[in-house]
């Protein structure tokens, strides 16, 4: 259940490891969370763990492979993740095949750094969400996933109609209601805006900005500059004075924007969770699985998290 990133790529490694997968949503990626996301490979707003940065690492090698494909979407870049606190939290650097640390003078000048403000400079994945859910999408069908666009409201009559013999439920910030033993689910909500690019290549993060999250994130055709991080916020209406207090603090940030017109803008509720969920969940007459609760950084996990789900199940 479920056709954003985590659908998706869980339908793609268990058709791979031989299973013949039926998927159930209410929406294509193009029109849930997914669609919505910067999509830079970063673990933001999700509780880190080994597991965590493991499917992390292998969500990286296995984007870098997609990245050497021109119809995919995805590409490498480098950038820089600014540090203005002394306790940031640095263990995702085990996820990254390189990086290298900088103290502020080796920060580049344009990136107005403070007293005190470090970073971690380093290659990663993004994905142009629009052509890399076209593509995820396509190549789950070509594989000969079949789709079904309808909401399910009941697990146990999708059991009884579908008679599957596994469910996998990984319907983002919903799942916790269907499955209905879960209250550790919550969204943080996520607003950003979507500049022409300028030619612009490098990301930048700057997640304790004392204005609030900061990212600027350019890819194929557009240039994300978020955001928010609202935590139990159900909003999911654009607020014009957030999208101006995140334009001025972005083209502070990279003042090569100013200037660049508003192509699109997006908000999207972040599954967020004290811990992602990856497990058999008992009370059901066949198996069911849970795959949701990415937070920020369900790109970030996507393929690493499908691969766990796909392990779970075994081969067919
Ligand atoms: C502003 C913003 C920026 C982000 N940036 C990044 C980033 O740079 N990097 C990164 O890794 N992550 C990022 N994220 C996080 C990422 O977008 C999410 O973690 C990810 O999209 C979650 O994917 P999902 O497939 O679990 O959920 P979703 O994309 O929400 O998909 C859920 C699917 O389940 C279906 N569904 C739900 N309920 C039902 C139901 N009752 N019946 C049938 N179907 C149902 C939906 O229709 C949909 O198909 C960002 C998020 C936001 C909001």
Same mark, same amino acid.
């Given at each position: ?18 299973? @013949? ?67 940031? =939290? ?63 409201? =009941? ?9 599957? =013999? ?98 699109? @803008? ?51």
């Amino acid at each position: 259940m479920g056709a954003g990133v985590i659908g998706l790529s869980i339908a793609h490694e268990l058709t791979v490891a031989g299973h @013949r997968v039926r998927i159930l949503a209410a929406q294509n990626a193009l029109s849930s969370v997914s669609a919505a996301a910067a999509a830079l490979w970063f673990p933001h707003d999700v509780a880190r763990s080994a597991q965590v940065l493991n499917s992390a690492q292998v969500t990286h090698q296995r984007l870098q492979q997609l990245a050497s494909r021109s119809d995919t979407g995805v590409r490498m870049r480098q950038g820089t993740v600014l540090m203005r606190r002394a306790d940031t =939290d640095t263990s995702w650097t085990c996820a990254v095949p390189q990086y290298e640390w900088l103290d502020a003078s080796q920060l580049p000048a344009d990136l107005v750094p403070g007293t005190g403000v470090s970073g971690v400079r380093c290659t990663v994945p993004v994905a142009s969400t629009d052509v890399y859910l076209r593509w995820l999408h396509a190549a789950v069908l070509a594989l000969g996933v079949r789709m079904r666009t309808t909401e399910v409201w =009941d697990l146990r009559k999708v059991l009884d109609q579908e008679n599957p =013999d596994a469910l996998v439920v990984a319907a983002g910030i919903r799942s916790a209601a269907l499955l209905a033993d879960d209250d550790e689910t919550y969204p943080i909500r996520g607003q950003v805006v979507r500049l022409a690019n300028p030619g612009l290549i490098e990301w930048v993060i700057d997640n304790d900005n004392p204005g609030g999250l900061t990212y600027v994130v350019p890819r194929e055709h557009d240039v994300v500059c978020g955001g928010t991080g609202d935590r139990g916020s159900w909003d999911e209406q654009v607020d014009s004075q957030v999208e101006q207090a995140i334009l001025r603090r972005a083209l502070a940030l990279v003042p090569a924007l100013v200037g660049q017109p508003v192509l699109s @803008r997006a908000v999207g509720l972040r599954p967020a969770r004290t811990s992602v969920r990856v497990e058999a969940v008992a009370g059901y007459d066949r198996p069911v699985f849970a795959c949701y609760g990415h937070g920020g950084a369900g790109f970030t996990l996507s393929w690493g998290d499908a691969t766990r789900i796909a392990g779970l199940i075994g081969p067919a």
